[in-house]
C-alpha cells in the first residue's frame, strides 16, 4: 500500500476541533442516513465513489462487504480530507470499525466520534509502518 502511514503525518491533516466531530448512522425508511455532527451536514458516497467504486447505491455498516467499503472511504475522505489517507487506510477502517457499527443506541443510531476515528487511524497506519520495516 502507498501514501501516508506515519500516525504523526495523519494528525497533522486535522485541526485540533475536528476531534469533536460526531458522525451519526441511522435507518429511515429503508436508507441508510449518516450526518456529520454537529453542523448535521449529511455525509454522502458521491465524493468518495470518485475514487472507488464499491457500492453506488450507497453506504452500509455492520458487516465486511462493499456498502461498509463505501462508507469506510466516505468517513477517512471527509473527516482527514485526503485521498491519500483515506484510500491506504479505508480497508482496514472497514474491518476494524465500520464492520462493528450497529443501530443499538436508544435512538436507533450509531456514534462515531472523531477521537475514535483518530485512534483507529493510528492503530492502522501504526501496523502499517511496522509490517513495512
Not at 32 to 50: F, G
Request: aromatic residues 6%; negative net charge; hydrophobic residues 35%.
Amino acid at each position: 500500500m502507498s501514501g501516508i502511514t506515519d500516525s504523526h503525518s495523519i494528525e497533522q491533516l486535522r485541526g485540533a476541533t475536528d476531534a469533536e466531530v460526531v458522525y451519526i448512522g441511522s435507518r429511515c425508511r429503508g436508507q441508510t442516513i449518516v450526518e456529520k455532527h454537529p453542523d448535521k451536514e449529511r455525509l454522502t458516497p458521491d465524493r468518495s465513489l470518485a475514487l472507488e467504486n464499491h457500492s453506488p447505491s450507497g453506504f452500509e455498516w455492520g458487516y465486511g462487504g462493499s456498502g461498509p467499503a463505501q462508507l469506510a472511504l466516505a468517513l477517512l475522505l471527509d473527516y482527514t480530507g485526503s485521498e491519500e489517507v483515506a484510500l491506504a487506510h479505508y480497508t482496514e477502517f472497514k474491518n476494524r470499525v465500520v464492520s462493528q457499527l450497529s443501530c443499538t443506541e436508544p435512538d436507533g443510531c450509531w456514534r462515531l466520534t472523531g477521537r475514535e476515528i483518530d485512534v483507529a487511524l493510528r492503530e492502522v497506519a501504526d501496523e502499517s509502518v511496522a509490517l513495512s520495516a
